[in-house]
């Protein structure tokens, strides 16, 4: 199983690239905006719940984790809903991130 910190990053860039494809208007835009904030929280939240100051700590930066993968879930499920989008990328994320 690959490394949870690479991952995390990778999860990260792969929505950018997901992002970056998606069609130029304002109505994706937004989308895309939110996508990119939340996928990119997943693996920096990861990263601080490495540095942990105690086990408390810890759960809660890994709560974190999981409540920005399920924000960036949705909005790929989003994405999923209006044409000119890539079905098959977004299958693939919505797996990563769950």
Request: with cysteine; proline share 2%; glycine share 2%.
């Amino acid at each position: 199983m690959q490394d949870l910190k690479s991952r995390t990053k990778r999860f990260a860039i792969d929505c950018w690239k997901f992002c970056k494809n998606i069609p130029k208007s304002r109505e994706y835009d937004a989308w895309a905006r939110q996508l990119i904030r939340c996928s990119s929280s997943v693996g920096a939240s990861y990263r601080a719940s490495q540095r942990a100051k105690s086990t408390a700590d810890f759960i809660n930066k890994l709560k974190i984790v999981e409540e920005e993968a399920d924000e960036s879930i949705y909005w790929l499920e989003l994405f999923q809903e209006v044409p000119d989008t890539g079905r098959k990328e977004i299958k693939n994320l919505k797996h990563e991130a769950n």
